[in-house]
């Protein structure tokens, strides 16, 4: 019976002690600032980035991680004898799958599957982890490239900013661009629909636009159980943990197979910017 491994990319932002124990390996991708370049989450860490944003000159910008990082560890994996299901960031944020395919299509392997999770964040890493712990129980390429476009399917990103600005700058803004030139002051709600950021409400204080989001969230859950939860933040923790404890109230407690806060990696940081707070979830599996 072949096994399979998980490759995902730095931008999901697993959290160690959940990805502990599975066969799971993320890819950086890059931060690039002024003349240097940083491995995401290896070489920099969120706190490291957002200490340094704060006194920046120069604003950082990110790069997909290499056709060659990914052959590398493609190959490591399958002389180790493991099918791998690959699943990344969505294509319409970032070309991290472009490079992943073309790796893939140099290997010249049917032992490799891509899928696009047309997410982020713990959205992506949630996917990532569902897989991970089916190819753990013996689940086959097959059956885990069935689970992971299930997972798609079942997972939403929910997001505020403190401003467009670093959106807007980073080329990312996407529908959020129909809240440009607004009254300052107003924090856009935003999701990710079919991988692509769009623009959902604009709220008149950051306290109301997360009262908002978990609103937003609970009607777009309905009644799909069981319901994981994952509060996701730009250097906000306590605006996280906060977001997690209002989220979780409206839940009844055995409908919640996981609840966590989780920073997002450097690389959606540079995109976002700082204060940025969000909730992923997967919802039905």
């Not at 502990?20 to 989450?41: C, K, M, S």
């Not at 790069?63 to 319409?92: C, K, M, N, R």
């Amino acid at each position: 019976m072949s096994k399979v491994a998980v490759v995902t990319d730095s931008t999901a932002y697993i959290p160690e002690h959940l990805s502990n124990g599975y066969a799971l390996h993320a890819i950086p991708l890059q931060v690039v600032w002024g003349g240097e370049t940083f491995r995401d989450g290896v070489d920099i860490t969120p706190l490291e980035f957002y200490t340094r944003l704060q006194h920046a000159k120069v604003m950082p910008t990110t790069s997909q991680p290499s056709p060659a990082a990914f052959q590398q560890v493609y190959t490591s994996l399958l002389e180790q004898g493991y099918d791998i299901l690959s699943i990344h960031i969505s294509a319409a944020l970032s070309g991290t799958i472009d490079s992943a395919v073309q790796a893939k299509q140099t290997l010249q392997t049917d032992r490799v599957i891509i899928v696009d999770s047309y997410s982020t964040g713990m959205g992506l890493g949630f996917q990532a982890l569902q897989v991970a712990r089916a190819a753990k129980q013996g689940a086959s390429l097959e059956e885990c490239k069935a689970i992971a476009e299930k997972a798609v399917q079942h997972t939403g990103v929910l997001f505020a900013v403190s401003t467009l600005e670093f959106l807007h700058r980073g080329g990312r803004i996407g529908g959020a661009a129909a809240f440009l030139g607004t009254a300052l002051g107003l924090k856009p709600i935003l999701a990710l629909e079919n991988g692509k950021i769009v623009a959902v409400e604009k709220i008149r204080t950051m306290n109301k636009a997360v009262d908002r989001l978990i609103d937003i969230f609970v009607e777009r859950v309905g009644s799909q159980r069981p319901v994981r939860i994952a509060a996701l933040h730009a250097n906000a923790p306590a605006e996280a943990e906060r977001l997690l404890e209002k989220a979780c109230q409206r839940f009844d407690p055995s409908d919640i197979a996981e609840a966590f806060a989780a920073t997002v990696s450097p690389v959606i940081g540079t995109h976002t910017g700082p204060g940025t707070v969000g909730i992923a979830y997967m919802a039905g599996m």
